[in-house]
């Protein structure tokens, strides 16, 4: 069994006692589950499994890949294959856990089957949340501290809570790497969060993001909103592939992006960006600017469920034509007319 270590007030935030809370080292859910593997493109329904080794000696859970649709003639995320609520999210059955905001510091830890009320912040490595939920009134719902590595988020839903935030009533990272190595994130149930999945470096894969809620933040401003955002200088590669990326977030209440890849910090390097299903924002694509490199745009579906462009103004902006390295093909409007990004916004 995986163990994990707290603070001493993380069990039972609100005065409640857990069965399994009092105790400094604990045990997170039932034994280890096997994880995954990251990238493999989902569908099917839930609890899906075949024989396999996983992460723990285990059978691999896996979803059954539905036939491939049409892609041509199929108008929603769901119809067209991409993830969606019920191809996302926990597999089996939660416990709740009012933790608040727990601390994490025990290496390899576990949870899971978790129905947690409060957050998770990681000082540790090699975490795993797989088939959890966390309903959060924090900043963040899990968030990976500089100077750790390994975290893997899986089959979990991860939603906030609007008005109770800690940005002026808002909550801005459903899951936030401040670590300078590659996290996964794979078939997950995100919503109300600003900047749902916020990294510059990891592995995104069959997540299902929608319902980002608007709100005006701390400095007295509509908070800019994306369901991917990155913010450029990434240490390793991003890959954001086969996913529901949704931001019904209006532009004047701050909708940004679906993907908005950004160089606040630095060049917008190394990432690719496939096969994922994109809706939103004032343009669904934020290409990385003139100083973006290795980028990779292939095979998106840029629907028009919000806007005719797919984003307000189009589907991408800021797109390098000449960065070394950067490929864009086969991306399409959901209508099947073919996508060609401006050399410009």
Same mark, same amino acid.
């Given at each position: +069994?995986?163990?994990?270590?707290?603070?001493?007030?993380?069990?039972? @935030?609100?005065?409640?006692? *857990?069965?399994?809370?009092?105790?400094?080292?604990?045990?997170?859910?039932?034994?280890?589950?096997? !994880?995954?593997?990251?990238?493999? %493109?989902?569908? =099917?329904?839930? =609890?899906?499994?075949?024989?396999?080794?996983?992460?723990?000696?285990?059978?691999?859970?896996?979803?059954?890949?539905?036939? &491939?649709?049409?892609?041509?003639?199929?108008?929603?995320?769901?119809?067209?294959?991409?993830?969606?609520?019920?191809?996302?999210?926990?597999?089996?059955?939660?416990?709740?856990?009012?933790?608040?905001?727990?601390?994490?510091?025990? *290496?390899?830890?576990?949870?899971?089957?978790?129905?947690?009320?409060?957050?998770?912040?990681?000082?540790?490595? %090699?975490?795993?949340?797989?088939?959890? $939920?966390?309903?959060?009134?924090?900043?963040?719902?899990?968030?990976?501290?500089?100077?750790?590595?390994?975290?893997?988020? #899986?089959?979990?839903?991860?939603?906030?809570?609007?008005? $109770?935030?800690?940005?002026?009533?808002?909550?801005?990272?459903?899951?936030?790497? +401040?670590?300078?190595?590659?996290?996964?994130?794979?078939?997950? /149930?995100?919503?109300?969060?600003?900047?749902? #999945?916020? +990294? @510059?470096?990891?592995?995104?894969? *069959?997540?299902?993001?929608?319902?980002?809620?608007?709100?005006?933040?701390?400095?007295?401003?509509?908070?800019?909103?994306?369901?991917?955002?990155? /913010?450029?200088?990434?240490?390793?590669?991003? !890959?954001?592939?086969?996913?529901?990326?949704? %931001?019904?977030?209006?532009?004047?209440?701050? @909708?940004?992006?679906?993907?908005?890849?950004?160089?606040?910090?630095?060049?917008?390097?190394?990432?690719?960006?496939?096969?994922?299903?994109?809706?939103?924002?004032?343009?669904?694509?934020?290409?990385?600017?003139?100083?973006?490199?290795?980028?990779?745009?292939?095979?998106?579906?840029?629907?028009?469920?919000?806007?005719?462009?797919?984003?307000?103004?189009?589907?991408?902006?800021?797109?390098?034509?000449?960065?070394?390295?950067?490929?864009?093909?086969?991306?399409? +409007?959901?209508?099947?007319?073919?996508?060609? &990004? &401006?050399?410009?916004?």
């Amino acid at each position: +069994m995986a163990l994990i270590a707290l603070t001493a007030s993380a069990c039972g @935030g609100a005065g409640s006692q *857990d069965a399994d809370c009092g105790a400094t080292t604990q045990v997170c859910g039932s034994a280890a589950p096997a !994880v995954p593997g990251g990238g493999a %493109n989902g569908g =099917g329904a839930k =609890g899906a499994a075949t024989s396999g080794d996983g992460a723990s000696g285990g059978p691999t859970p896996s979803r059954t890949p539905p036939s &491939p649709p049409d892609l041509a003639t199929c108008h929603t995320a769901s119809d067209c294959g991409f993830p969606d609520a019920d191809s996302t999210g926990p597999r089996i059955g939660l416990k709740p856990h009012r933790t608040g905001a727990l601390t994490i510091t025990k *290496d390899g830890t576990v949870i899971r089957g978790w129905d947690i009320t409060g957050s998770l912040d990681i000082y540790a490595d %090699n975490v795993t949340v797989i088939d959890s $939920k966390v309903t959060s009134t924090n900043w963040w719902g899990i968030n990976l501290r500089a100077g750790f590595h390994g975290l893997r988020v #899986l089959y979990s839903t991860i939603t906030g809570v609007p008005g $109770k935030g800690q940005d002026n009533g808002g909550e801005d990272y459903a899951v936030s790497n +401040m670590g300078g190595s590659s996290v996964e994130v794979g078939f997950c /149930d995100i919503s109300v969060f600003s900047d749902a #999945l916020s +990294m @510059g470096q990891g592995n995104l894969h *069959d997540n299902y993001v929608h319902g980002i809620v608007p709100f005006v933040d701390q400095a007295g401003e509509w908070a800019h909103t994306d369901a991917v955002i990155s /913010d450029g200088a990434g240490s390793d590669k991003l !890959v954001i592939r086969h996913n529901t990326l949704l %931001n019904p977030a209006s532009v004047p209440r701050g @909708g940004t992006a679906a993907i908005g890849l950004y160089a606040d910090t630095g060049a917008v390097l190394n990432t690719v960006v496939d096969d994922n299903w994109l809706a939103g924002g004032a343009y669904a694509l934020y290409g990385g600017g003139d100083g973006a490199n290795g980028i990779q745009v292939t095979n998106n579906v840029f629907s028009t469920e919000y806007y005719p462009g797919s984003g307000l103004y189009g589907p991408v902006a800021h797109w390098n034509t000449k960065g070394a390295g950067n490929v864009w093909r086969g991306n399409r +409007m959901s209508d099947g007319k073919p996508v060609n &990004p &401006p050399a410009k916004p």
